[in-house]
């Protein structure tokens, strides 16, 4: 479950059940477009966190190979916020990204203990592997909200100056005989 509303966090201590908590959709029929924009870029505002975490973090030093998390947090982050305002876009750019940061993730869970075993550390990783699952379930949620236009229905426009129908000879309307 991902807490959406800033006072959250203060209001479940008081009461786990609380009026500003609740789970998010689990279907693209009750979601738009819009709110799945907003939840990932929520999520990716964890992901930067945790990236902002690493890169100030004096184990950087010693351990370099932690910076591939911080770069590739960085570039999916300006890749996405390049299109919040295009949800086909964006989801289709963060099917594109998904698996490097994916990557980043899994080899982040195997370095960051080498690094440190502080519980800082531990938790980054648990938080990047939460970022990484929340950011697959709102993907297929986004595929099934924005189907993306098929390849042919591209092919044949207008723009691309292929006939409609390829078998038909563009003067005269007629079909091509073979000869």
């Known amino acids: 479950m991902w807490i959406v509303h800033g006072r959250a966090v203060r209001d479940a201590a008081r009461a786990a059940d609380g009026p500003y908590l609740h789970e998010l959709p689990e279907t693209a029929e009750s979601m738009t477009p819009e709110q799945l ?5 929520k999520v990716m505002a964890h992901a930067w966190m945790v ?9 950087v030093e010693d351990f370099p190979e932690l910076m591939d998390l911080v770069r590739t947090v960085f570039d999916v982050s300006r890749a996405l916020e390049t299109r919040v305002a295009d949800p086909p876009g964006y989801v289709k750019m963060l099917g ?13 869970r195997t370095d960051a203990p080498t690094a440190s075993s502080h519980t800082n550390f531990q938790q980054a990783v648990i938080s990047m592997d939460a970022c990484v699952e929340e950011l697959a379930r709102l993907l297929t949620i986004g595929r099934e909200l924005l189907p993306l236009p098929t390849v042919m229905k591209q092919a044949n426009s207008p723009q691309t100056g292929l006939p409609e129908n390829p078998s038909l000879d563009d003067d005269t309307g007629e079909e091509f005989s073979s000869p």
């Open 37 to 41: 924009v907003t939840q990932c870029q």
């Open 51 to 59: 990236r902002t975490f690493i890169k100030h973090s004096d184990e």
């Open 96 to 108: 594109k990204k998904l698996g490097k940061l994916r990557g980043a993730a899994e080899a982040f």
